[in-house]
Nanobody, 121 residues
Framework: VQLQAFGGGLVQPGGFLRLSCAAS????????IEWFRQAPGKEREGVSCIGKYAGDIYYADSVKGRSTISRDNANKMVYLQMNSLKPEDTAVYHCAAGPTFATDLRPYEYWGQGTQVTVSS
């Protein structure tokens, strides 16, 4: 089982990134997927969730209006487009899977290593 996040990097404030999450080894189409982030010294924060058919979507207030989550079930991918990035968006971003859609999918059934996003001038 693998959930691999990638696409992070260093970006200036106001910039954008598209994060990707590649899944393998489980029945991806039957799972909701969450993006969460972890910044040094801060608690984990759920950023966005998408249901298995993409009809259910949640965004945290901190990213609402600046982010778009989507999924490609055929290719077992989930994406998070993040625009108008702010320094407070700096964190390691992870993707995780849970069987039922919710605004918080914990306890996660699967999760993986994250990708670093750094927003700085």
């Amino acid at each position: 089982v693998q959930l691999q996040a990638f696409g992070g990097g260093l970006v200036q404030p106001g910039g954008f990134l598209r994060l990707s999450c590649a899944a393998s080894g489980f029945s991806f189409n039957y799972y909701s997927i969450e993006w969460f982030r972890q910044a040094p010294g801060k608690e984990r924060e759920g950023v966005s969730c998408i249901g298995k058919y993409a009809g259910d979507i949640y965004y945290a207030d901190s990213v609402k209006g600046r982010s778009t989550i989507s999924r490609d079930n055929a290719n077992k991918m989930v994406y998070l487009q993040m625009n108008s990035l702010k320094p407070e968006d700096t964190a390691v971003y992870h993707c995780a899977a849970g069987p039922t859609f919710a605004t918080d999918l914990r306890p996660y059934e699967y999760w993986g290593q994250g990708t670093q996003v750094t927003v700085s001038s």
